[in-house]
């Protein structure tokens, strides 16, 4: 029941909404309605390796395809008193599950008792990147996509509570607080099929300042991993808890670094862009801390982006890498059955892990305003045991490169 909690508020929107608007006030004042879209293709992946750049969607075998980068959405707001207000947020895209629950990405209140004070209940973006509240408006970033070593290890696209945001003007600049807490969860591919998980508690913080070129945050995130959810994950584990220590003693230390459940996790970032006469420079660098190899990495991006009339033309440099090593099981026992399972468990253990960056070179022709039009080339190295971020048909047991070509426009209306 606890997941669908936000339809309590989506409810209690439309209900307010229909009660409380004053008759002498047309729709249109306090009712506004907005979409967002990106219709994309590009080439990506190989044979044997399946590029994503979210981890909600499917891989690419070295084929064309429109669904990566394709996203369309709808936003309602309705004013329903001065200082209380209702949102609402659609998404239609490429997931593991089609279900109303994933779907509705956000449905809140928000309520201003003071004009530096913000109050918001229900389900809202989760805010732990500088794109946290824009991630799927293609047209209010740069690149053609989301940074994929940046964005994609942490696939959570909202959480399930509430927030408060404390705002002020001071000689420094614009400055922004904020505070979280609730819980998130997200429904995800990995190389043995679908996976879910769900982060109960999760709290938050961030501070910013932004001038009139620079802007600078700071973010901190603990969450407690409560669930996780795959066929061949509990097959594994159960294998693993019913091995005797005598016949192999590591059994068990691998079951309690695969399971992910009851550990924590935190997450620290830092990130700042600059625009002034033409240039722009983002970039973000963050560390999640966790005993669960499969979340423990750090990961960051440095952006450059030139404007030369209608056209930004841009580079980006970024990189991914799992805090935990790869893991060689040995001894190997002579037990065919439990050998089987020693190599079983080696590759789970190493696919989870991620190693890579990425070089890329782009344009953005901005030929309308409020459409643009995106061009995009990414060159990707990545290790060996370091394809966490792939879908993989076979254990990566050396280096490969990856080239992905991306094309798309986006807009606002």
Known sequence: MRQYAFLF????AVTLSTQIINASETVRDRFQVS???TLGISHAGKDQFGYRNELTHKGQFDKFSIFPDSVFGL???????PSLNATVQVLAEDQVRQNFNNIVDWAYLSYQPTPNTMIR????????FMLSE????GFAYLWARPITEFYTPVSLSHFEGIDLKYTKNSELGYLEFKIYGGQTGSDIRV?????SVRMRPIFGAIASMETNHWK?????AATHIDETRNTNLTRLLNALDQTPATIWPQAGAFSKLINGEGNQAYYYSIGLTYDKHDWLIQSEIAITDSAWPSVALTNGYLSLGRRVGPVTLYTVGSYAKSLRDS???SPRSSQSDINALQTITENAFNAVLINQNTISLGMRWDFHTKMALKAQWDHTWVRKNGGGLLILKEPLDHDITLNIFSLNLSFVY
Not at 9 to 12: I, S, Y
């Open 121 to 128: 209940g229900g389900r809202m973006g989760i805010d732990l």
């Open 35 to 37: 979409s967002f879209g």
């Open 134 to 137: 824009i991630r799927n408006i």
């Open 75 to 81: 936003q309602a707001n309705a004013q329903l008193l």
């Open 191 to 195: 190389s043995r099929g679908d996976f």
């Open 327 to 329: 893991k060689t099981v």
């Open 9 to 12: 508020f989506a409810g209690l």
């Open 216 to 220: 600078t945050r700071a973010t901190f």
